[in-house]
């Protein structure tokens, strides 16, 4: 993990820097938020994987040319929009009865990444109409996930649901001068995120299932058994695609494509690189795991009916 412990100092003080902000929220929410910030500190054993949120900017520094201190603005513009959006996810797909509190607590965490933002970009900087491109593209896709099959159709549309995220690059180009690279930034973006979503619809499929949420590898498993999305499925019948018939091996043989056409762009991001390889290539491991368990008792069964009929001779 390279790619990220090069920049744990870094991100270090950019937590520190979210949590002192958090703690002059009103109550109820100082205690609110900084429980909800810690599910995402990288420097916490039992965080989320959203690396590439915070450490884009840093990322894109050989390119940019930016010095820490932006980079570490701009990354903890991208904690704000993050914890904003992501709850704002939750709340969409799991209304609860603390709703309300959630909705109050995600418009504080996005008014504090407004107010970083501002003091980075003025009102005539391109930065705010590309902000504004990236939350139309997650407001449509949050809307259509359930009618459209975009892994099978429009693949690169998935990564669409965290396009906000895209902010903090964008703006380290813009900061950096390099705007001429940020239709090349956004689609390796993309194609990162792509690679991390199938990475989190593996590990989550039983609580999509359970919540009808779209899910890149019960797409998957739709698309190889020739139906429409989740038509004729069930838990058992998921387990079975993945255990019996060994659907995770293609499943992540398409993340490994995704990271070798971004392995294939320009210009050459490598913290990008390494992070969405090493995604991939766990996705591949676990993959491998599965296939050599299901070898593994695919042998015994041969071993028991040679022992049992040598035994009848």
Same mark, same amino acid.
């Given at each position: 993990?390279?790619?990220?412990?090069?920049?744990?100092?870094?991100? =270090?003080?950019? &937590?520190?820097?979210?949590?002192? %902000? @958090? !703690?002059?929220?009103?109550? /109820?929410?100082?205690?609110? *938020?900084?429980?909800?910030?810690?599910?995402?500190?990288?420097?916490?054993?039992?965080?989320?994987?959203?690396?590439?949120?915070?450490?884009?900017?840093?990322?894109?520094?050989?390119?940019?040319?930016?010095?820490?201190?932006?980079?570490?603005?701009?990354?903890?513009?991208?904690?704000?929009?993050?914890?904003?959006?992501?709850?704002?996810?939750?709340?969409?797909?799991?209304?609860?009865?603390?709703s309300a509190t959630q909705l109050a607590l995600s418009q504080l965490f996005y008014t504090e990444c407004l107010?970083?933002?501002?003091?980075?970009?003025?009102?005539?900087?391109?930065?705010?109409?590309?902000?504004?491109?990236?939350?139309?593209?997650?407001?449509?896709?949050?809307?259509?996930?359930?009618? =459209?099959?975009? &892994?099978?159709?429009?693949?690169? %549309? @998935? !990564?669409?649901?965290?396009? /906000?995220?895209?902010?903090? *690059?964008?703006?380290?180009?813009?900061?950096?001068?390099?705007?001429?690279?940020?239709?090349?930034?956004?689609?390796?973006?993309?194609?990162?995120?792509?690679?991390?979503?199938?990475?989190?619809d593996w590990a989550d499929w039983p609580e999509d299932w359970e919540e009808n949420s779209y899910n890149c590898?019960?797409?998957?498993?739709?698309?190889?058994?020739?139906?429409?999305?989740?038509?004729?499925?069930?838990?058992?019948?998921?387990?079975?695609?993945?255990?019996?018939?060994?659907?995770?091996?293609?499943?992540?043989?398409?993340?490994?494509?995704?990271?070798?056409?971004?392995?294939?762009?320009?210009?050459?991001?490598?913290?990008?690189?390494?992070?969405?390889?090493?995604?991939?290539?766990?996705?591949?491991?676990?993959?491998?795991?599965?296939?050599?368990?299901?070898?593994?008792?695919?042998?015994?069964?041969?071993?028991?009916?040679?022992?049992?009929?040598?035994?009848?001779?």
């Amino acid at each position: 993990m390279k790619w990220y412990f090069a920049y744990k100092d870094e991100l =270090e003080d950019v &937590f520190r820097q979210a949590e002192e %902000r @958090i !703690a002059a929220f009103p109550a /109820p929410f100082q205690h609110l *938020g900084l429980d909800y910030l810690a599910h995402f500190n990288p420097l916490r054993e039992d965080s989320t994987r959203n690396y590439i949120c915070y450490l884009l900017p840093f990322w894109l520094q050989e390119i940019t040319g930016l010095t820490p201190e932006i980079c570490r603005k701009l990354s903890l513009g991208n904690v704000f929009v993050m914890a904003h959006y992501f709850i704002q996810d939750d709340v969409m797909d799991t209304p609860a009865d603390n709703s309300a509190t959630q909705l109050a607590l995600s418009q504080l965490f996005y008014t504090e990444c407004l107010r970083i933002y501002q003091n980075l970009f003025p009102a005539s900087s391109p930065f705010w109409s590309h902000a504004q491109t990236y939350v139309n593209e997650w407001a449509v896709s949050v809307v259509s996930e359930g009618t =459209e099959n975009y &892994f099978q159709g429009d693949r690169h %549309r @998935i !990564a669409l649901k965290a396009s /906000p995220l895209k902010m903090a *690059g964008t703006g380290a180009l813009l900061l950096g001068g390099r705007a001429d690279l940020i239709q090349a930034i956004t689609e390796m973006t993309d194609t990162a995120l792509l690679v991390l979503q199938m990475s989190d619809d593996w590990a989550d499929w039983p609580e999509d299932w359970e919540e009808n949420s779209y899910n890149c590898l019960l797409s998957h498993i739709s698309a190889e058994q020739k139906t429409a999305y989740r038509e004729g499925l069930n838990p058992e019948k998921v387990q079975e695609a993945i255990y019996v018939r060994g659907t995770l091996t293609s499943y992540a043989g398409i993340a490994n494509q995704a990271v070798r056409k971004l392995e294939a762009m320009e210009p050459s991001v490598p913290g990008l690189h390494m992070f969405a390889r090493s995604i991939a290539e766990e996705l591949g491991e676990e993959a491998a795991e599965i296939e050599s368990g299901r070898s593994h008792l695919r042998r015994g069964g041969l071993d028991f009916w040679i022992t049992k009929n040598m035994k009848k001779s």
